[in-house]
């Protein structure tokens, strides 16, 4: 634990720490911060180091090595990532404590010349009191090929913020600055979650994605298997890139993953039991054998879906009309299309501000050996992953299936499958619906 008197040099003394980690909640997840996970990656990073009283962790080397993905002894003097990507975010601060965040009582700031931020209390006749600020509609916008380039840059760029904050939260003993989750003994989602932490002290496998697979395949114009994913052999067939063979080989992973694993993390705490990080090239089939276990992302970015697709009936595929990802429906019942599918190709250059229809699936099923409980959450883009992820962890999401199936909250759920259709626009995503299910899924 940090000492009192490192804490006052950051924070008023009057402040507790538990205050300032739910209002560095309320900032990252607000509008300034919505399209850009690599600002809420910094303030995260810069945020739980100064509450800690870590401040010798918070320079300009550490934060471009542990959170804007560069080498550990890159030269600051070459690269000023972290010089740029301050000034954004002191604009993004301004922003947020003048406009919706206008009613806090606790400001952040990060003065120039340094990284460390000061949390100062606000005057009593500075406070205004909390609004609803409209949420602007968000036009839609055409459709555009992507520059390989640039695409494959942000990905991974984005990836590795999140891989690199993910292990910084997780390497202490409480993951702080995670979603508030709402658990009880009548909440929805323990129908889902008493199989998981049945008994205190319990542990859940959480596996990652891992982007650099996809990427490749997205590149290379491949589908790959879990057995070439295993092997490693196709990295052998690089084509000719050896800048694109640096991004794939780097342990990379998505925002929704590092988001969707600390809200487990939290479910874990509440339950009495916790969470063990893994990244999709760390484990292997004896980590899916017995125990329990949760595969974020599609079989492209984590491929161990692959063993529990032929007990699934929504599985991932290719819609050779819209050259994109979908979802084939086995055995579609009456009503239900044999398909649910994106487009492929989207501008990556500007706000990422393209509004479309995506679709992802949450999944309930046994372990390989029937022992335990793998749940598969799993989008046909990021934003789908992550609200597949909320729909298992939120109770008025979850109890739309119970509702569905007739179950009753706090009664265990049997295998399930869920299909759900949302709308998703720069980085996050609204109107989550669930438009078909399978229960029991046999």
Same mark, same amino acid.
């Given at each position: 634990?940090?000492?009192?008197?490192?804490?006052?040099?950051?924070?008023?003394?009057?402040? *507790?720490?538990?205050?300032?980690? *739910?209002?560095?909640?309320?900032?990252?997840?607000?509008?300034?911060?919505?399209?850009?996970?690599?600002?809420?990656?910094?303030?995260?990073?810069?945020?739980?180091?100064?509450?800690?009283?870590?401040?010798?962790?918070?320079? %300009?080397?550490?934060?471009?090595?542990?959170?804007?993905?560069?080498?550990?002894? !890159?030269?600051? &003097?070459?690269?000023?990532?972290?010089?740029?990507?301050? @000034?954004?975010?002191?604009?993004?601060?301004?922003?947020?404590?003048?406009?919706?965040?206008?009613?806090?009582?606790?400001?952040?700031?990060?003065?120039?010349? $340094?990284?460390?931020?000061?949390?100062?209390?606000? &005057?009593?006749?500075?406070?205004?009191?909390?609004?609803?600020?409209?949420? #602007?509609?968000?036009?839609?916008?055409?459709?555009?090929?992507?520059?390989?380039?640039?695409?494959?840059?942000?990905?991974?760029?984005? $990836?590795?913020? &999140?891989?690199?904050?993910?292990?910084?939260?997780?390497?202490?003993?409480?993951?702080?600055?995670?979603?508030?989750?709402?658990?009880?003994?009548?909440?929805?989602?323990?129908?889902?979650?008493?199989?998981?932490?049945?008994? +205190?002290?319990?542990?859940?496998?959480?596996?990652?994605?891992?982007?650099?697979?996809?990427?490749?395949?997205?590149?290379?114009?491949?589908?790959?298997?879990?057995?070439?994913?295993?092997?490693?052999? !196709?990295?052998?067939?690089?084509?000719?890139?050896?800048?694109?063979?640096?991004?794939?080989?780097?342990?990379?992973?998505?925002?929704?993953?590092?988001?969707?694993?600390?809200?487990?993390? %939290?479910?874990?705490?509440?339950?009495?039991?916790?969470? *063990? #990080?893994?990244?999709?090239?760390?484990?292997?089939?004896?980590?899916?054998?017995?125990?329990? /276990?949760?595969?974020?992302?599609?079989?492209?970015?984590?491929?161990?879906?692959?063993?529990?697709?032929?007990?699934?009936?929504?599985?991932?595929?290719?819609?050779?009309?819209?050259?994109? #990802?979908?979802?084939?429906?086995?055995?579609? *019942?009456?009503?239900?299309? @044999?398909?649910?599918?994106?487009?492929?190709?989207?501008?990556?250059?500007?706000? %990422?501000?393209? /509004?479309?229809?995506?679709?992802?699936?949450?999944?309930?099923?046994?372990?390989?050996? $029937?022992?335990?409980?793998?749940?598969?959450?799993?989008?046909?883009?990021?934003?789908?992953?992550?609200?597949? $992820?909320?729909?298992?962890?939120?109770?008025?999401?979850?109890?739309?299936?119970?509702?569905?199936?007739?179950?009753?909250?706090?009664?265990?759920?049997?295998?399930?499958?869920?299909?759900? +259709?949302?709308?998703?626009?720069?980085?996050?995503?609204?109107?989550? %619906?669930?438009?078909?299910?399978?229960?029991?899924?046999?």
């Amino acid at each position: 634990m940090p000492r009192r008197a490192e804490i006052v040099s950051v924070c008023d003394s009057s402040l *507790k720490p538990e205050e300032l980690y *739910k209002l560095v909640h309320r900032v990252t997840s607000s509008r300034p911060f919505s399209s850009s996970p690599t600002l809420r990656a910094f303030l995260l990073y810069i945020a739980e180091h100064a509450i800690e009283g870590k401040l010798a962790d918070i320079k %300009e080397q550490q934060i471009g090595s542990h959170v804007l993905g560069r080498k550990p002894d !890159y030269d600051p &003097a070459d690269d000023n990532i972290v010089r740029v990507r301050a @000034r954004q975010l002191r604009q993004r601060l301004d922003e947020y404590f003048s406009g919706e965040g206008d009613h806090e009582p606790v400001v952040i700031s990060i003065p120039k010349g $340094g990284y460390v931020p000061l949390f100062r209390p606000k &005057a009593a006749n500075e406070i205004k009191p909390p609004t609803d600020l409209p949420v #602007p509609a968000s036009p839609p916008h055409p459709i555009r090929s992507p520059n390989f380039l640039r695409s494959a840059a942000l990905w991974s760029i984005a $990836g590795l913020i &999140a891989l690199a904050v993910c292990i910084q939260l997780w390497s202490r003993k409480e993951a702080r600055l995670t979603p508030a989750v709402e658990q009880t003994t009548t909440d929805a989602t323990r129908s889902l979650w008493s199989h998981f932490f049945a008994a +205190k002290g319990q542990e859940v496998t959480v596996v990652s994605a891992d982007a650099g697979f996809a990427l490749w395949q997205d590149v290379t114009h491949r589908t790959l298997s879990l057995g070439d994913y295993v092997n490693r052999r !196709y990295l052998q067939d690089q084509p000719g890139n050896a800048g694109l063979l640096e991004i794939v080989v780097r342990r990379t992973t998505s925002p929704a993953d590092l988001i969707l694993s600390l809200r487990f993390a %939290e479910i874990a705490r509440a339950y009495g039991g916790r969470v *063990k #990080p893994q990244f999709a090239r760390n484990i292997d089939i004896h980590d899916l054998r017995s125990g329990n /276990v949760v595969l974020l992302g599609s079989r492209r970015s984590n491929p161990w879906v692959e063993l529990f697709e032929p007990h699934l009936n929504f599985v991932l595929d290719y819609d050779p009309a819209l050259k994109g #990802p979908c979802f084939r429906n086995k055995s579609p *019942k009456q009503g239900e299309p @044999r398909a649910f599918s994106i487009a492929g190709s989207f501008a990556v250059e500007g706000a %990422e501000n393209q /509004v479309i229809q995506s679709y992802a699936v949450a999944a309930l099923l046994p372990s390989l050996t $029937g022992t335990g409980r793998v749940l598969v959450i799993e989008g046909l883009n990021m934003e789908g992953t992550e609200a597949a $992820g909320e729909f298992v962890t939120n109770s008025e999401r979850f109890g739309m299936l119970l509702r569905r199936i007739g179950i009753e909250n706090n009664t265990p759920v049997k295998p399930f499958e869920a299909l759900l +259709k949302l709308t998703a626009v720069a980085g996050g995503y609204a109107n989550t %619906e669930l438009i078909a299910y399978r229960y029991p899924l046999q």
